[in-house]
């Protein structure tokens, strides 16, 4: 297994829960480290860019409104498997079909309020944590 960077994002609905200690919690149980963070209140322009390629499907702009109708807090987690690992933190898409225990269980309302957002591979990862970070503000713990 590789070690990897994935971005994470406790979306809007979770940070208005105050659920960050408790997300953060997880990740490092899993092993993952946060190596990078930032809280951010996305302006549309952001949202609208990091879920470009969902442009064409029907719940975007939804899903935009969602994205910046309050403070996301964005990190960057570098562990083994990574990606994967945080995939399967996170639970299904819809919390309805996510396996007891995960975050989208445990703290999602919906399928389109659904607590955290994570890369699902690692071009994409490569491509999220550039459009939050630059690579002055990632602190990896391999350097
Ligand atoms: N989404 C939505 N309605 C849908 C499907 C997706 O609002 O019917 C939103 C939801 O916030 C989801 C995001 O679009 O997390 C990206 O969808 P994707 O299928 O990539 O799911 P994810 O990778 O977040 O599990």
Do not use: W
């Amino acid at each position: 297994m590789a070690v990897e960077q994935t971005i994470s994002i406790i979306k809007p609905d979770a940070v208005g829960k105050n659920v960050i200690g408790d997300i953060y919690t997880r990740f490092e149980q899993a092993g993952l480290r946060i190596v990078a963070a930032k809280m951010k209140h996305l302006s549309q322009a952001e949202a609208e860019g990091f879920y470009a390629v969902h442009a064409e499907r029907p719940f975007f702009n939804d899903l935009v409104d969602f994205m910046t109708s309050g403070p996301v807090m964005i990190q960057v987690l570098e562990g083994e498997n990574a990606i994967a690992k945080n995939r399967e933190l996170m639970g299904a898409t819809n919390p309805k079909d996510a396996d007891a225990g995960t975050i989208r269980a445990d703290h999602a309302e919906s399928i389109d309020e659904n607590a955290v957002h994570g890369s699902d591979s690692p071009e994409t990862a490569a491509v999220e944590i550039a459009y939050f970070f630059s690579t002055t503000e990632l602190c990896p713990r391999t350097r």
